[in-house]
């Protein structure tokens, strides 16, 4: 059974940066992807972006150019960085795991696995 720990979540002003984390336990295998979802309160979850084991990573256009997805796969841990937050970024942030070899999934119903959510919270 695969579990995912997210971390790292917190309050942080407008312009500020963040970082979480999600280990990964239980997979057997490393060619796994790793999305990273936002849901804010009202909202639909949304997709923010994907990284591959190739460390290939895909972006929502709301993100792009302001969050990096890493990996470490010494660690078992992926990394959400983000720069420049804004309010609208404000959400809890899921990461989740799609064990599909050679795919781009963008969509929550593609991923097997999720973590339990960390809240990021940008004041103005």
């Known amino acids: 059974q695969v579990q995912l720990v997210e971390s790292g979540g917190g309050l942080v002003q407008a312009g500020g940066s963040l970082r979480l984390s999600c280990v990964v336990s239980?997979?057997?295998?490393?060619?796994?992807?790793l999305g990273w979802f936002r849901q804010a309160p009202g909202k639909e979850r949304e997709f923010v972006g994907t990284?591959?084991?190739?460390?290939?990573?895909t972006y929502a256009t709301s993100v792009k150019g302001r969050f990096a997805i890493s990996r470490d796969n010494a660690k078992n841990t992926v990394y959400l960085q983000m720069y420049s937050l804004k309010p609208e970024d404000t959400a809890v942030y899921y990461c989740a795991f799609d064990p599909q070899y050679g795919r781009v999934a963008v969509h929550a119903a593609e991923y097997a696995y999720w973590g339990q959510g960390t809240q990021v919270t940008v004041s103005s």
């Open positions: 990284i591959n084991w190739t460390n290939k990573t």
């Open positions: 239980g997979s057997t295998t490393s060619t796994y992807s």
